[in-house]
């Protein structure tokens, strides 16, 4: 017989038996959430980033913007074509470089440089450049990402490795008003 | 038949389903509802039935590898003996499923069948919309082309946007740090066991309470839903003027769905597969992506779309209008279930449709992106050219060379960014042309740093001549008073 207000003893025992489950599954948790989130973890320790070349300085022509590739440091052996990202290299005057990414600071789409007129154009939702890489016109907000870049030994090199986004593009330099400036 | 009928009792003797399939089978629903109105939500349910199945063939052969998925489709369009119309199925099927839903929910909302007590049968049919969108996005990825790695940047683009969880966000969607393999295995994930799994389980509960609540009744001008009493009304009506559901009313159901998928064949056939398009290679720029149907609205909203009203309409935009849908039958969950007398449901309807045709028909022509080769393959009208001065010619050479009708139509030919010229010359003077050139303005590019004067004088002298006959061009009246050698001029008409 079971006094009003106690506990039984199977009550009491399958009331055990959920926290034991809860706890069991706090501690599979952990390394679910780990494997998950581990993108975001390797991002903000900034691994993703790395110094890599674009080729001999001889490639790209005083005065002119030309595409260049290189092969994303993080890779895996099936990422195919997809881990080849290009970007626009522009000499400024021979002694000055700017490296662009190829994706328009509104949405990503890829931008073409029109040497005629001078101005990078965007097929998506018609987002326009100036050569140094501020806005012209169009739905973007700001100019084109650019990466940090140095001459090392006749090549050029850049800071690359993840895809610049208008939320995340911290690690890459800021065109605002025609001359470059760091964030 | 005596073999089946004893199969069939010793199966039933033990899974014990037979009576409550055939009370859920003949149970009575009003009989207005047997209506060719009422067949939308089963047919989208026929579709998803099609899509299961023609999943399944297509997971046979595709290879969820950025390297390879590419190629594995090519082999089922070319190679593998009828892959094309597998293919074809499965991709105007989610053209249809989306449809389907839509035009379920349309008819939903304008029957009042969201109020009082079905109101979360509502709100389990948006999330049921949310996930078929999400199939059908996801679904585009999957078709790893061109049009789905900028698709996947756009996507990024936007979830970057989200105030200090963006960059999470895009490194969670992308799998790394570019669009890439892991990218394309997560949403091969979404796309074959989290979102159908989601989608199951919601047309589960939202059928279950079909069942249970009973299907709306045909909505009758006058006939007002009130908590107190709905629920006795309509079990009087199903009472008193019901139907069997099963053979009654179900036979539309089945003739509708049956012609839903004889559609979607006749177009598989007709139009075939969906791509893919270019391969997925980043270093071919020369692409201008575009989402699939039903995003192109959103295209084209992007696009439209003041810089600074962007990121709060990309983020907050979606939140309000899934809070509508959801708070809807909360405000609205009682009083007239007629169109007839909820003009204002009527009126949202059409505003909602026109505004999504109107959005969807403006991305058929991109009005707001520059023509990538108008300079380069569309030539200058003659009309344009015929007895103009050398000096005029060489303008419209800098015209085309300059790329400004990449951005600017004449004769209705070239892009359409910017405003058409073939009447330039009335609006702005010489003066204003040079200005408006040099300096740009008004979403023009400044060209003052990339033409030469010479380079000026030729483009600004050909679009003087830009005019219709017998209207002159504009001209600034104090220019030619100051430059007037004496001061008479001013009252010498020219």
Known sequence: MTLPGSVTRRDLLMKLGLLFNGIVAAILAVPIVRYIMSPVAHARKGQYDSWLSLGDLGQFPTGQTRLAIYRN??????????????????????????????????????????????????????????????????????????????????????????????????????????????? | MRLMETIGKWLDDRLQVGATLRETAEHPVPRETASWFYVFGSAAFVVFMLQIVTGIMLALIYVPSAGEAWNSLQTLNHSVTLGWFIRALHGWGSEFMVAMVLIHMVQVFLFGAY??????????????????????????????????????????????????????????????????????????????????????????????MVIKL?????????????????LKEYHELTKKDGIPFVPTAVWKDLFFGGFILLSIAACALYFGPFGPSGRPDPTIIQTAPRPDFFFLWLYAVLSLLPPSMETPALLVG?????????????????????????????????????????????????????????WSSTPIPPQYLRNRSALERQGALVFQLKQCHNCHALDNQGGKRGPALDSVAVLLTHDQLIRQVIQGGGNMPAYGKNLSPAETTALVAFLETLHPPGQPPARDVSRAAALAPDRGALSTPP
Not at chain 1, 138 to 167: D, M
Not at chain 2, 123 to 134: F, K, Q
Not at chain 2, 214 to 230: C, D, F, L, Q, S
């Open chain 1, 73 to 183: 440091p993080v890779v895996n052996p099936w990422d195919g074509d997809t881990a080849d990202i290009p970007c626009w290299v522009r000499n400024v005057d021979g002694q000055q470089f700017q490296v662009f990414a190829i994706n328009c600071a509104h949405l990503g789409c890829p931008v073409r440089w029109f040497p005629q007129s001078s101005l990078f154009m965007c097929p998506c939702h018609g987002g326009v450049y100036y050569q140094d890489g501020s806005r012209a016109s169009g739905p973007p907000e700001r100019g084109l990402f650019q990466y940090h870049h140095k001459v090392e030994n006749g090549e050029l090199l850049i800071k690359a490795g993840e895809v610049p986004t208008p939320g995340s593009a911290s690690n890459l330099t800021s065109i605002t008003s025609g001359l470059p400036r760091c964030v």
């Open chain 2, 115 to 208: 109020k009082y007590p079905r109101e979360l049968t509502w709100m389990v049919g948006v999330l049921l919309l949310l996930v078929t969108l999400g199939m059908a996005f996801t679904g585009q990825v999957l078709r790893f082309d061109q049009d789905a790695y900028w698709g996947l940047g756009i996507g990024a683009s936007i979830a970057s946007r989200v105030p200090v969880m963006g960059p999470w966000a895009v490194n969670l969607m992308l799998g790394g740090p570019i669009i890439a393999g892991a990218t394309l295995s997560r949403f091969f994930a979404l796309h074959v066991f989290v979102i159908p799994g989601l989608l199951i389980a919601f047309v589960g509960v939202h059928l279950l």
């Open chain 2, 214 to 230: 009973g299907i709306n009744e045909w909505p009758m001008p006058g006939r007002v839903v009130r908590k107190a009493t709905y």
């Open chain 2, 318 to 374: 979606p939140v309000v209008a899934l809070l509508a849908l959801f708070l809807l039958p909360f405000i609205f969950g009682e009083g007239e279930k007629s169109w007839r007398r909820r003009p204002i449901a009527v009126l949202s309807i059409l505003l909602v449709a026109v505004s999504l045709g109107t959005f969807t028909h403006l991305s058929g022509y991109t009005p707001w992106s520059p023509v990538m080769d108008a």
